[in-house]
């Protein structure tokens, strides 16, 4: 299925791993979320509930269900295309928010809504990336960058402290992507130095993740 297959792809690209699989949080009706969710408008949410003593959390994904029609009838996994990338990235964003956020539950690590959401706009970078070179082998995807980073703009319904979170997340992935996108295509690459340093930076906290990226990029 899509999302598992999502979810295959971006654990084993940082080599990481839940016990769950992300269809057993998926949500499509979105009467079955918390009543102030019922009239929202997005298209992909990721609803945590922590108990009152902080030793449990509960998540569910909501993904809409016509979104995931169309990408049931043009696989991203089998060929990404305009077509289809932006229910990809729906997508991804999606799968991103439930795994980073299932493993550092399962490691006693806490997260920020800004560290969140800069691994997700990193993760899509990096799962496209992967699968347009496998799908194109030989050719170079020189226009990720510019498409999902300067041509996406945040959704202006958003109140101003949501869009401005978003928008320094963006930014923040932007300059690692474009550090990482020389590495990609430079003559010298080196897939296992690259794959060792995503997998460094997906296990650094919100601190971390910003020093690294002020430090390299």
């Not at 969710?37 to 016509?66: F, K, M, N, Q, T």
């Not at 539950?105 to 990193?122: F, R």
């Not at 899509?124 to 996406?152: D, I, M, N």
């Amino acid at each position: 299925m899509l999302l598992s297959r999502l979810q295959a792809l971006i654990g084993g690209i940082y080599d990481v791993s839940v016990a769950h699989d992300v269809y057993d949080f998926l949500v499509t009706d979105r009467t079955r979320l918390p009543p102030a969710r019922h009239g929202g408008l997005a298209d992909e949410e990721l609803i945590v509930a922590e108990s009152a003593d902080g030793s449990e959390v509960a998540l569910s994904l909501y993904l809409d269900p016509a979104l995931l029609a169309r990408l049931d009838g043009a696989d991203p996994l089998i060929e990404l295309n305009g077509g289809n990338v932006a229910d990809c990235w729906t997508a991804l964003e999606g799968v991103s928010h439930f795994l980073y956020l299932a493993w550092n539950a399962g490691h006693d690590k806490p997260v920020s809504l800004l560290e969140l959401e800069m691994q997700a706009e990193v993760d899509k970078y990096v799962a496209s990336y992967w699968l347009l070179r496998r799908q194109y082998p030989g050719h170079v995807p020189a226009e990720l960058h510019r498409v999902l980073f300067e041509r996406t703009r945040v959704d202006p319904r958003l109140e101003h402290e949501r869009a401005r979170l978003y928008a320094e997340a963006s930014a923040y992935a932007a300059r690692f992507c474009r550090r990482l996108e020389r590495r990609l295509t430079g003559r010298a690459y080196d897939e296992r130095a690259v794959l060792a340093e995503l997998r460094r930076f997906y296990r650094f906290g919100n601190a971390r993740k910003r020093a690294h990226i002020e430090r390299t990029a």
